[in-house]
């Protein structure tokens, strides 16, 4: 007879309870946990838009459905609506390259001494010459030129690498000894002169948002014989296959035509009859027309345009008054967009100035503290606290290797 088996003994009460617990929190867990690549493609691609931009090329890398979901059209409207306010770096290293790197510019300037580091993008540009300049940023897509030959104009982003060269439009032409003499325009702003004539120019960039519609446009003038005004042509992304003369504008030939795109519009500095004016080119009518100024230029005969320059700060344009004349810097902002009685002085910076920053000085952004963030020369980049009028400069990587700066807002929109 065979003797018989004994079950093994069953574990102690409090020991079968606590794998019933690990085996009902384990199925638990599972029922519960969803994998990203489960979620819904609108609610991935919400995250990914989220991300700082060194992320979003990381995730890029991951898998072909990260990947997708950043070349889908909804994503670079998306990610564009959360960018942050950026100081774009660049720096031209041979004929075709060029190098762009992108500082964020934080809320928190604690945060923002922290964060030296900038992320840097070399780019391929089928473009000639190797003094090129940036002239604006609009929507992350920056236009280049040439200096002094601003018949070479290239729309290029970053981010996509994606760029298109416009035609060359008709160069201007002045008899002199029977032979045709060919006067260029420049870019950004300057001047070119030939057998007495002068010519000043400026190319501006933006964009309609009620046609989403990218614009570029040519001014130029000559103070061979009156009337001394501005023309001007224009070529339209995706529509124009040449530039378009619009003739003259009707505006005075200003000493810097420095172009800043505000509220669907291109704006500068002009003086005429004595007068301080605020000129603007609306984008989507192709007419321009001028704003009114703060009482206290518009009663003043005789001012010197050259110290006076516009930018943007916080979602307003304002006026930067430089006159050496002056005992200080001081800044009229336009909180109401074309309401004279909204110009306010928002800011009096006492000369003298630390750093050699007593000239171009561009407010940029205010934080949080009311600390407001400014570029001077092109790249250097400082802080002032109005309340204990003291500057901070804030150092990033590389600072000295940067051929200029333009503030932006990066983004993946593709070229039209």
């Known amino acids: ?47 990914l838009s989220r991300l700082p931009l060194k992320s979003i090329f990381a995730c890029k890398l991951v898998c072909p459905s990260f990947r997708n979901l950043t070349l889908d059209p909804h994503f670079p409207r998306l990610h564009l609506s959360r960018s942050p306010l950026t100081l774009i770096l660049y720096r031209g290293s041979n004929i075709t390259r060029t190098i762009f790197g992108f500082l964020p510019l934080n809320d928190s300037l604690a945060t923002l001494g922290r964060r030296r580091a900038t992320i840097k993008f070399n780019s391929q540009i089928e473009f000639p010459g190797s003094t090129r300049s940036i002239v604006s940023c609009c929507e992350g897509l920056i236009c280049l030129t040439q200096y002094f030959l601003s018949d070479r104009v290239c729309i290029f982003n970053p981010l996509t690498r994606q760029h298109f060269l416009l035609p ?103 003086s005429g009859d004595s007068l301080l004016l605020l000129c603007y080119f609306d984008m989507e009518k192709e007419q321009c027309g001028t704003l009114p100024l703060p009482d206290h230029y518009a009663v003043h005969s005789q001012l010197e345009e050259e110290f006076f320059h516009l930018g943007v700060v916080d979602n307003c344009l304002y006026i930067c008054d430089e006159r050496a004349s002056h005992s200080s810097v001081n800044i009229w902002v336009m909180k109401d967009y074309g309401n004279i009685g909204s110009w306010t002085l928002e800011l009096i910076i006492q000369r003298p100035l630390p750093f050699g920053l007593d000239w171009q000085l561009k407010p940029v952004k205010t934080l949080e503290n009311g600390t407001v963030l400014m570029i001077v020369k092109q790249k250097t980049l400082v802080s002032y606290n109005p309340a204990t009028r003291v500057f901070r400069r804030i150092s990033y990587d590389g600072a000295r290797c940067w051929q200029g700066s333009i503030i932006g807002v990066p983004s993946f929109l593709p070229l039209p």
């Not at 384990?26 to 609610?43: G, K, M, Q, R, V």
């Not at 046609?211 to 005004?229: C, D, I, M, N, R």
Request: with cysteine; hydrophobic share 25%.
């Open 168 to 270: 060359k439009p008709k160069k201007y032409q002045k008899i002199v000894n029977k032979r045709p003499h060919i006067v260029r325009s420049g870019s950004g702003c300057g001047s070119g002169y030939g057998d007495g004539v002068k010519f000043e120019f400026g190319i501006g960039f933006g964009y309609c948002p009620s046609t989403a519609l990218y614009k570029v446009v040519q001014f130029t003038g000559s103070y061979e014989k009156p009337p001394h005004t501005l023309r001007c042509r224009i070529y339209t992304l995706g529509v124009d296959d040449k530039w378009r003369n619009l003739g003259s504008t009707g505006q005075p030939i200003p000493y810097f035509l420095t172009l800043v795109f505000f509220n669907g519009a291109l704006h500068w500095i002009s």
């Open 1 to 47: 007879m065979e003797a018989a088996t004994n079950p093994p003994p069953s574990p102690p009460r409090h020991r079968r309870r606590k794998q019933q617990k690990k085996t009902d929190d384990h199925t638990n867990t599972d029922a519960s946990a969803t994998d990203i690549s489960e979620l819904p493609s609108h609610i991935t691609c919400d995250i």
